[in-house]
């Protein structure tokens, strides 16, 4: 039979896992979003680059 204190050290673990495993999902998250987010920022600007460069003589 378990005891109350080992009881606890395992929901304490399981938490720690949740809280981890959350907290692993939301970071991945917004890196996708930034990289998404950056990614459109560099090919705007490539596009206005490339358009001056079309407008050169």
Do not use: C, D, S
């Amino acid at each position: 039979m378990k005891t109350p204190a080992n009881r606890r050290r395992g929901q304490t673990a399981v938490e720690y896992i949740l809280v981890t495993t959350a907290l692993l999902i939301a970071f991945v998250m917004i890196y996708r979003v930034m990289q998404w987010y950056l990614t459109a920022q560099f090919r705007e600007g490539g596009t206005v680059i490339m358009r001056k460069y079309e407008a050169l003589p």
